[in-house]
């Protein structure tokens, strides 16, 4: 912390309360410890003076919420670094030809957004599947002698 701020930990809890409110625009969470409202107050304070959340963390974060609103199982995107956004994706399974088209916020496939490609792998096949090694993005392992 900078010199300017004041300890967050010599601060009680009343003005913890205050400070909190004032960076958030907020009262904190009803049943906050001491401890919530020091990392509440102290990342505002880190965020002004170094930067927050790049794009592709908060955009994760996003999906995760809305995974558990959705009552669906959180989970965590890799990132897709190794598709360049625009890449068409070929694979054909049971006689049928399907593309699916890299986004830069995911995945297009029968126009509809998609998260991961081993969703979209679930969808096409109706068994889980891992989607970069079902769309041979993986190589096979070796098999040992």
């Known amino acids: 912390m900078n010199q300017v701020e004041p300890d967050l930990a010599g601060l009680d809890l009343g003005n913890l309360h205050r400070r909190w409110r004032a960076a958030h625009g907020n009262p904190p969470p009803p049943r906050a410890g001491r401890e919530l409202l020091e990392l509440g107050v102290g990342w505002h304070l880190q965020t002004k003076a170094h930067g927050g959340l790049d794009r592709a963390t908060r955009e994760q974060i996003a999906a995760l919420v809305e995974d558990v ?21 070929v694979r054909e399974w049971n006689g049928r030809t399907y593309q699916v088209q890299v986004l830069d916020t995911g995945y297009l ?17 109706g068994a889980r599947w891992n989607g970069p090694k079902f769309f041979g993005l993986r190589q096979k392992q070796k098999e040992v002698a």
């Open 109 to 125: 496939f029968e126009n509809r957004v998609w998260r991961s490609l081993s969703e979209i792998a679930r969808e096409i096949t």
């Open 69 to 89: 609103r959705e009552g669906r199982e959180p989970g965590i995107t890799k990132s897709r670094s190794y598709l360049n956004p625009g890449t068409t994706l």
